[in-house]
């Protein structure tokens, strides 16, 4: 989406960008058919925008369709780029196992490393950090002025194909191929694991006031979690809601074990 427009961007495998209005009708093609393009992403300015391709390339973009820069940006095809909130930076995310961080202008300020290869990346609200989900089943945030390391996120079972900082800076979720979404503190303690997905889950996204999370998934459905309930949700209580009337009712069930739910 463009930012103060009403205007969107797609990118696909014939190379292209078109530029769409909200109605969904073609206002301009952008670019040369050729290299498949893998990402973009805005400034939030509105006044370029990136592009990646398959064999490693970044293109800066005027709204209007002119290049205005293009280099090798990585040994293998980048898979993702994001745009710092801040406007004066912006990362890609390779499948040669690094993140990149760039200027506006396309000049090279850090490299971030992962064992393997690099699908997503994302900027926090206030640009301070920028978390890397990759296939060597972690997330990483880091900081984005000198791109030290801030914290490792573990816990996944396969690749992490999703990751999003909440708008207040209190939490990042995550997505994996092992069927699940994890939200974790800042400092990479894993707060609770969400699964309603039969398969991986391909990407997530947190709206606006932090209270509800998409998470969509390769067994085709869309899953809407209410985070403020999760974040409040005590174990017990939540358990016994389910099981109070059972352990009341039930004749099998000792008359001791009656009395493990308030």
């Given at each position: 989406l463009?930012?103060?427009?009403?205007?969107?961007?797609?990118?696909?495998?014939?190379?292209?960008l078109?530029?769409?209005?909200?109605?969904?009708?073609?206002?301009?093609?952008?670019?040369?058919?050729?290299?498949?393009?893998?990402?973009?992403a805005?400034?939030?300015?509105?006044?370029?925008?990136?592009?990646?391709?398959?064999?490693?390339?970044?293109?800066?973009?005027?709204?209007?369709?002119?290049?205005?820069?293009?280099?090798?940006?990585?040994?293998?095809?980048?898979?993702?780029?994001?745009?710092?909130?801040?406007?004066?930076?912006?990362?890609?995310?390779g499948?040669?196992?690094?993140?990149?961080?760039?200027?506006?202008?396309?000049?090279?300020?850090?490299?971030?490393n992962?064992?393997?290869?690099?699908?997503?990346?994302?900027?926090?609200?206030?640009?301070?950090?920028?978390?890397?989900?990759?296939?060597?089943?972690?997330a990483?945030?880091?900081?984005?002025h000198?791109g030290?390391?801030?914290?490792?996120?573990?816990?996944?079972?396969?690749?992490?194909?999703?990751?999003?900082f909440?708008?207040?800076?209190?939490?990042?979720?995550?997505t994996?191929?092992?069927?699940?979404?994890?939200?974790?503190?800042?400092?990479?303690?894993?707060?609770?694991?969400?699964?309603?997905?039969?398969?991986?889950?391909?990407?997530?996204?947190?709206?606006?006031?932090?209270?509800?999370?998409?998470?969509?998934?390769?067994?085709?459905?869309?899953?809407?979690?209410?985070i403020?309930?999760?974040?409040?949700?005590?174990?017990?209580d939540?358990?016994?809601?389910?099981?109070?009337?059972?352990?009341?009712?039930?004749?099998?069930?000792?008359?001791?074990?009656?009395?493990?739910?308030?």
């Open positions: 463009h930012p103060p427009q009403g205007q969107f961007l797609s990118a696909g495998e014939t190379g292209t078109k530029r769409w209005d909200m109605a969904g009708n073609l206002q301009q093609t952008i670019g040369s058919p050729g290299d498949p393009m893998l990402g973009i805005w400034n939030p300015t509105g006044e370029d925008l990136i592009s990646s391709t398959y064999s490693g390339r970044l293109s800066r973009w005027q709204p209007d369709g002119q290049l205005l820069k293009s280099w090798t940006a990585h040994s293998a095809p980048i898979w993702d780029v994001s745009y710092s909130p801040k406007g004066d930076q912006f990362a890609s995310a499948v040669d196992g690094t993140v990149i961080l760039w200027n506006r202008n396309g000049q090279q300020l850090h490299t971030l992962h064992e393997l290869v690099v699908w997503r990346v994302a900027y926090s609200l206030d640009g301070a950090l920028v978390a890397t989900g990759s296939g060597d089943n972690t990483k945030i880091w900081r984005t000198d030290s390391l801030v914290s490792t996120l573990t816990r996944h079972d396969a690749a992490v194909w999703g990751v999003a909440s708008p207040d800076n209190t939490f990042i979720a995550t994996s191929v092992d069927e699940t979404v994890k939200l974790w503190t800042l400092e990479g303690e894993l707060l609770h694991t969400l699964k309603g997905h039969n398969a991986a889950v391909r990407n997530l996204a947190l709206g606006q006031n932090g209270q509800i999370l998409a998470a969509v998934g390769d067994d085709g459905t869309l899953a809407l979690w209410d403020p309930a999760i974040l409040d949700l005590q174990p017990l939540y358990a016994c809601e389910w099981v109070a009337d059972y352990l009341q009712t039930n004749q099998l069930v000792a008359e001791k074990d009656k009395k493990l739910c308030p």
